[in-house]
């Protein structure tokens, strides 16, 4: 990472909520074409989240620890703050002398971009601003959130407009929270209702709807030049596994979460 902050630009999505097994069978059964191919041989890697629920998540991969890898370690990261001691910090490793990753790209010269998603990142409120405002220019409309049945197109135009305004020589790290994996997601599946409620059915049917459109996101973010691409979940999510409902718990299928990273190579 330390060759590859200053010569690409960097997209990272979060698609947030989506658990690992989901996401894996959706892989393996030809539902997510879009994202499958950029998976080495079609697959997901196998990761444990930084936190159990958006905003703790969040805060810790923006400081640079990205979802960890099940296996043993030590796990070298991509990215890490500048710290006396870290065990985690290797050669290849891009160090910033700031107190997050977004602050030490925009250091380095990156015009820093958020398209938020879930209500951590809307503004409305003093703790929906803490995430967004750590970016030098953030965006957010009712459009983008968990009750739009269109969310994740609003996001991509929005991210294509971003892009489409920026001087070819800016370097850009583009953030983008998707909301539609998000309960509630009922409405992603053919024939669910609000009354049948959201299931792991329906939230395997928002992520075959979010691979319909994901690949202008990444055609958008290699517009430019050869782009680098974290791709993952924040955290997962229980639908009724041993009698839990949601996040913000310790059960397996919310801390095990799907992740790879892989670049995008410039259309031309």
Not at 27 to 49: T, V
Not at 211 to 231: E, M, N, P, Q
């Amino acid at each position: 990472m330390s060759e590859v902050v200053g010569s690409h630009d960097i997209l990272m999505v979060t698609l947030d909520t989506l658990r690992y097994d989901v996401a894996q069978e959706s892989a393996a059964a030809g539902r997510i074409p879009n994202l499958a191919r950029h998976l080495p041989d079609g697959e997901w890697e196998r990761r444990h989240a930084p936190g159990s629920f958006t905003y703790a998540s969040h805060q810790a991969m923006f400081a640079g620890f990205l979802p960890t890898p099940t296996v043993p370690g030590p796990h070298p990261r991509l990215f890490a703050a500048r710290f006396a001691g870290s065990e985690s910090t290797a050669d290849g490793t891009f160090v910033y002398d700031t107190p997050d990753l977004v602050s030490g790209l925009a250091a380095a010269g990156y015009r820093t971009v958020c398209v938020g998603g879930v209500g951590f990142f809307n503004k409305q409120a003093p703790l929906g601003s803490v995430l967004p405002g750590m970016f030098q220019e953030s965006h957010w409309e009712p459009e983008f959130g968990v009750p739009s049945h269109t969310s994740f197109e609003a996001q991509v135009a929005c991210a294509e407009k971003v892009v489409a305004g920026l001087p070819r020589e800016q370097r850009l790290f583009l953030f983008v929270n998707v909301s539609a994996l998000h309960q509630p997601n009922w409405f992603h599946l053919p024939g669910a209702t609000r009354a049948s409620g959201d299931t792991r059915a329906s939230h395997a049917a928002a992520l075959e709807y979010v691979d319909r459109h994901i690949g202008r996101l990444f055609t958008a973010a290699a517009s430019r030049r050869r782009c680098f691409a974290v791709v993952c979940s924040d955290h997962g999510t229980a639908y009724g596994e041993d009698g839990h409902t949601g996040h913000r718990i310790g059960h397996e299928v919310v801390w095990t979460v799907p992740y790879a990273h892989f670049f995008l190579d410039e259309a031309r």
